[in-house]
């Protein structure tokens, strides 16, 4: 009997104790945890940057400029907008390259990665200029196209091009088989499978592509402004290496920093929109 009546109470113990226990918070379960870490992790290495940064100017490495004469610096150059103008000359001539290239590469791309025929035609093109720096081709643009935007512009472009289009390559390459295969099982043309199947699937390759386009866009920036130009943020930073200015080439750099990385951000969040529906890890 007392065999037979153990199992009972142990049953009745743990029935007590669950009942005892304390019941999730309404909406706890499930509910996503505030992801603030990583924005103070940037602030505290923002803190970290400016501190380092204070320390080696108070040092007097290489007559380095302090935070706070660049901050006067900058008030100066924003005060009689020439600061305003210069990034809006630059970001103008990036925005134009940058869209231009990514519209090409994009095409460009998805004909090299379906098509076997195009991949042969395009891609020792592709490869043979990704080997040549488009700073290489400054002098080229000037003789060809002038001393105007045009020559700018195409530098730019070009170096937004060849960084997207690789990328869009491979995100077609990259499509699984099996996704298309089971697409033709089921009755679709070639066209509807590509706009339905290849597009969305290689969309995050095309999204990286676009970043390192961008990058690539903004470091070709300050040598595509010495063709000539009158204004932007490479032209301050060059005339401003005439004359040994240094709180004037700082303030290029953290301008040209600051409009990369929210051109960058807002990629990334257009990114997280167009492939909602991948799985996140």
Same mark, same amino acid.
């Given at each position: 009997?007392?065999?037979?009546?153990?199992?009972?109470?142990?049953?009745?113990?743990?029935?007590?104790?669950?009942?005892?226990?304390?019941?999730?918070?309404?909406?706890?379960?499930?509910?996503?945890?505030?992801?603030?870490?990583?924005?103070?992790?940037?602030?505290?290495?923002?803190?970290?940057?400016?501190?380092?940064?204070?320390? $080696? /100017? =108070?040092?007097? *490495?290489?007559? &380095?400029? +302090?935070?706070? #004469?660049? @901050? !006067?610096?900058?008030? %100066?150059?924003?005060?009689?907008?020439?600061?305003?103008?210069?990034?809006?000359?630059?970001?103008?001539?990036?925005?134009?390259?940058?869209?231009?290239?990514? $519209? /090409? =590469?994009?095409? *460009?791309?998805? &004909?090299? +990665?379906?098509? #076997?025929? @195009? !991949?042969?035609?395009? %891609?020792?093109?592709?490869?043979?200029?990704?080997?040549?720096?488009?700073?290489?081709?400054?002098?080229?643009?000037?003789?060809?196209?002038?001393?105007?935007?045009?020559?700018?512009?195409? *530098?730019?472009? &070009?170096?937004?091009?060849?960084?997207?289009?690789?990328?869009?390559?491979?995100?077609?390459?990259?499509?699984?088989?099996?996704?298309?295969?089971?697409?033709?099982?089921?009755?679709?043309?070639?066209?509807?499978?590509?706009?339905?199947?290849?597009?969305?699937?290689?969309?995050?390759?095309?999204?990286?592509?676009?970043?390192?386009?961008?990058?690539?866009?903004?470091?070709?920036?300050?040598?595509?402004?010495?063709?000539?130009?009158?204004?932007?943020?490479?032209?301050?930073?060059?005339?401003?290496?005439?004359?040994?200015?240094?709180?004037?080439?700082?303030?290029?750099?953290?301008?040209?920093?600051?409009?990369?990385?929210?051109?960058?951000?807002?990629?990334?969040?257009?990114?997280?929109?167009?492939?909602?529906?991948?799985?996140?890890?």
């Amino acid at each position: 009997m007392s065999g037979v009546g153990t199992p009972a109470r142990t049953t009745a113990t743990a029935s007590a104790d669950t009942s005892t226990a304390p019941l999730p918070a309404p909406g706890a379960v499930g509910r996503p945890r505030p992801r603030l870490r990583p924005l103070r992790l940037n602030l505290i290495a923002l803190a970290l940057g400016l501190a380092g940064w204070a320390v $080696l /100017a =108070a040092a007097g *490495v290489e007559s &380095l400029p +302090g935070p706070l #004469p660049v @901050a !006067r610096r900058a008030g %100066e150059l924003l005060a009689d907008g020439t600061l305003e103008q210069d990034m809006l000359a630059s970001l103008r001539r990036v925005l134009l390259g940058f869209s231009l290239g990514t $519209l /090409a =590469a994009v095409p *460009v791309g998805f &004909l090299m +990665g379906w098509y #076997p025929l @195009a !991949r042969g035609l395009l %891609e020792p093109y592709v490869q043979f200029f990704r080997t040549i720096p488009p700073l290489a081709l400054i002098p080229l643009a000037v003789v060809l196209l002038g001393i105007g935007e045009v020559p700018k512009v195409f *530098v730019i472009f &070009l170096a937004a091009f060849l960084s997207s289009v690789v990328a869009a390559f491979q995100g077609v390459a990259d499509v699984d088989p099996t996704l298309v295969n089971a697409a033709r099982v089921l009755g679709a043309l070639d066209r509807t499978i590509f706009l339905k199947v290849v597009v969305p699937a290689s969309a995050p390759f095309i999204l990286v592509g676009m970043r390192i386009g961008l990058g690539s866009a903004w470091g070709t920036l300050v040598a595509a402004e010495l063709i000539a130009a009158q204004e932007g943020l490479g032209f301050r930073m060059q005339q401003a290496q005439l004359y040994y200015d240094l709180p004037t080439i700082f303030v290029g750099l953290i301008a040209i920093g600051v409009l990369g990385l929210v051109m960058d951000r807002l990629l990334l969040l257009l990114g997280r929109r167009l492939t909602a529906w991948q799985e996140r890890r």
